[in-house]
């Protein structure tokens, strides 16, 4: 292989082109990460739809970007399963609010929330002589990256079904709250919670 054609070190998580854009309009580069253990499973590209390519392949999910993960993990309630294009719209909306009261990348804003949703402990239940014992146990990176996805869409349903809030300011909430480490907001309330229950079974 050539040396002009070796991959660059320095490309984004997920070989991204930052000269696309995402929706047409955020710009790929530039992103920060501040947790460099979930970095390399938080995979930013332009594309929002891949049409489950990764599907049939384990720990491929890690692959697709974190847009489009956001968007399943949307989808994955009663009302909303398989409305893909809908849902998109939804987060493509919700994107635009973002970005108008934070003047932030609304790609930033999600990254930075992932990462402050994602638990760093857990615990599990251990059984000794058929006593069940909680035992405190640190979470693999791609878990943290997974149940904080799960918090954050389950924060967008509990805000928006049945109110009166629209789904995309309930979306842009959810995700201005955590990128903020908002305590209000499910998400970071949910991780707080299961680091606080790790910590007593240590």
Same mark, same amino acid.
Do not use: C
């Given at each position: 292989?050539?040396?002009?054609d070796?991959p660059?070190p320095?490309?984004p ?20 990460y501040?947790?460099p253990?979930?970095?390399r499973?938080i ?9 489950g390519?990764h599907?049939g392949?384990?720990f ?5 970007s ?15 399963t398989g ?7 939804? *987060?493509?909306? %919700?994107? &635009?609010?973002?970005?108008? $009261?934070?003047e @932030?990348?609304?790609?930033?804003? =999600?990254?930075?929330? +992932? ?17 069940? *014992?909680?035992? %405190?146990? &640190?979470?693999?990176?791609? $878990?943290?990256? @997974?149940?904080?996805?799960?918090? =954050?869409?389950e924060? +967008? ?11 995309e ?9 955590a ?5 209000q907001?499910?998400a970071?309330?949910?991780k707080?919670?299961?680091?606080r229950v790790a910590?007593?079974?240590?």
């Amino acid at each position: 292989m050539a040396a002009e054609d070796q991959p660059d070190p320095d490309a984004p998580a997920g070989g991204a082109d930052v000269s696309a854009k995402l929706f047409g309009t955020w710009e790929l580069g530039d992103l920060e990460y501040a947790d460099p253990s979930t970095e390399r499973y938080i995979t930013v590209t332009p594309v929002a739809h891949t049409a489950g390519r990764h599907a049939g392949k384990q720990f491929k999910k890690s692959q697709i970007s974190i847009v489009e993960r956001f968007i399943n993990r949307l989808m994955q309630t009663e009302e909303n399963t398989g409305k893909k294009q809908k849902t998109l719209n939804y *987060v493509r909306d %919700a994107f &635009d609010i973002i970005h108008e $009261r934070t003047e @932030d990348n609304p790609i930033q804003v =999600l990254v930075t929330a +992932v990462e402050n949703a994602a638990p760093r402990e857990e615990t599990v239940r251990l059984k000794y002589g058929g006593i069940s *014992v909680p035992k %405190a146990v &640190d979470v693999a990176p791609q $878990r943290r990256v @997974d149940q904080s996805l799960k918090f =954050l869409a389950e924060g +967008v349903y509990n805000d928006s079904f049945k109110t009166t809030t629209d789904i995309e300011e309930a979306i842009a909430n959810q995700l201005i709250g955590a990128a903020n480490y908002d305590v209000q907001t499910y998400a970071v309330s949910q991780k707080e919670e299961k680091e606080r229950v790790a910590a007593a079974a240590r």
